[in-house]
């Protein structure tokens, strides 16, 4: 588990100032996240060792994540379904964790509206979603499940959305 998905105290979360260098930097690294630092700096027109600092700090600040993104479209037997679930506060406390944990899942978030959780399940055939899904159902805390299989990804992007 990387960083980016540890659970934080409140004293641990803290709005971190980013200004328009920063930004800059993030969006050269969302188009192209192994872009050498020398490429990033000639582009913003500053020293490499300004970039070199950037990103670290952004990174230890976990302001941003490096990672690798497949596009499950161009992999013979990777399917993904979506998952929203409406849960019992418990659900925090005894069962995101384990579902954090779990490498198939790649997304999770909190969110409002009818489902409180919403997640994306990668998986190889419909007997392992199947399985995943019954384990679900069997978790008292869990209210309602809602899945869909994920046909096609037409895009898949995540640009920055920061406030200056």
Known sequence: ??????????????????????????????????????????????????????????????????SAFINTGKIKYENVAYIELDVEPEFFEKTLDKLIQMKNISYIASATGQFNIMMEYIYQNNEELLNFLNWIRTQPIVKQLNSRTILKIHKAQYPARVKQ
């Open 1 to 66: 588990m990387n960083d980016f998905n540890k659970s934080r105290s409140p004293e641990e979360i803290q709005e971190f100032e980013i200004d328009a260098l920063d930004l800059k930097i993030i969006e050269l690294l969302q188009s192209d996240g192994r872009a050498a630092y020398s490429s990033v700096a000639r582009e913003l027109d500053v020293p490499e060792t300004t970039i070199r600092y950037r990103v670290k700090r952004l990174l230890d600040e976990n302001v941003i994540s490096i």
